[in-house]
Structure formats: C-alpha cells, structure tokens
Nanobody, 122 residues
Framework: QVQPVESGGGLVQAGGSLRLSCAAS????????MGWFRQAPGKERDFVVA????????YYADSVKGRFTISRDNAKNTVYLQMNSLKPEDTAVYYC???????????????WGQGTQVTVSS
C-alpha cells in the first residue's frame, strides 16, 4: 500500500512552468504505476499522464503531449510532473495516484493524494 502526497502547485502566468512532486510512502513503490489526474472547477476528473513502475513506459493525454513530462525516482519514492508552456485551461487541482500494475493505465487507480492547486493566469 502507498499513500501519495502532492506538492508544488501554485500560480503561474500563461507560458510559464511548474514542477509537481508526489511522494509516496511504502517499501514497494516501484511496483506501482503512478498517474497524474486533474479536475477543473465544475468538471470531471481527467487523466493527464502515467508512468510504469520501472519508469520505462509512459502514457500522455493528447492535451498535454509535448508540454508535460512525467518522471520518477524510485530511490526517493517520488514521481514528478514537469509542466511547461502552461495554458489557462491547465488550471485545475492536480491529483497523484497509484496503481499496483506492471504497465501503465489511465483507469483503476487505487490510492489517491489530496491534490494540489495549479492556477494559470492569462
């Protein structure tokens, strides 16, 4: 079992960058795929990106391809989301989640963090 905790959100101007971090407790972090999701006000929570336990496989939503990069450091039990060229439509609460699987997925995540707010001003 892992418990994700997000950090790094904030306010940034359009075109700017932010890096989110997600630290997860547990001794078997590398056996979990990690995903980032986001929820804008009045909208459903959407998948953003996921990375496999080894970090070899990644899967991006079309809306963030080429702008966001996911990575992980299993020695630190941490996954990162580098967000570049941010747009106002990226404004949302960003959630980190974990799923016990060998691949990557955009569904079926079992453990969720509390979320961190990202606001992009125009």
């Amino acid at each position: 079992q892992v418990q994700p905790v997000e950090s790094g959100g904030g306010l940034v101007q359009a075109g700017g960058s932010l890096r989110l971090s997600c630290a997860a407790s547990g001794r078997t972090f590398s056996t979990y795929a990690m995903g980032w999701f986001r929820q804008a006000p009045g909208k459903e929570r959407d998948f953003v990106v996921a990375i496999s336990g080894t970090g070899v496989m990644t899967y991006y939503a079309d809306s963030v391809k080429g702008r966001f990069t996911i990575s992980r450091d299993n020695a630190k039990n941490t996954v990162y989301l580098q967000m570049n060229s941010l747009k106002p439509e990226d404004t949302a609460v960003y959630y980190c989640a974990a799923k016990l699987t060998t691949g990557v997925s955009d569904t079926g995540y079992e453990y969720w963090g509390q979320g961190t707010q990202v606001t992009v001003s125009s």
